[in-house]
């Protein structure tokens, strides 16, 4: 997996490993370590808003966003 990231897709590798990176230390590590918060949205989201009509759907979302 390692041979096959290093060798055709470098962004795989400095997404994960800072000193492959281009990215500034301290936004780094501002950053937060893992993406739970994101994925816990994600859930609340889907858990509200399953089957809606677009309209119900936007409207939704838009409460979310605010």
Do not use: Q
């Amino acid at each position: 997996w390692l041979k096959d990231k290093v060798e055709t897709n470098k962004f795989a590798l400095s997404a994960l490993y800072h000193p492959a990176s281009l990215i500034p230390e301290d936004i780094w590590r501002a950053c937060p370590a893992t993406t739970n918060g994101n994925e816990h949205a994600h859930r609340n989201v889907n858990r509200d808003g399953v089957n809606l009509t677009l309209l119900g759907g936007i409207m939704r979302g838009r409460a979310f966003d605010d």
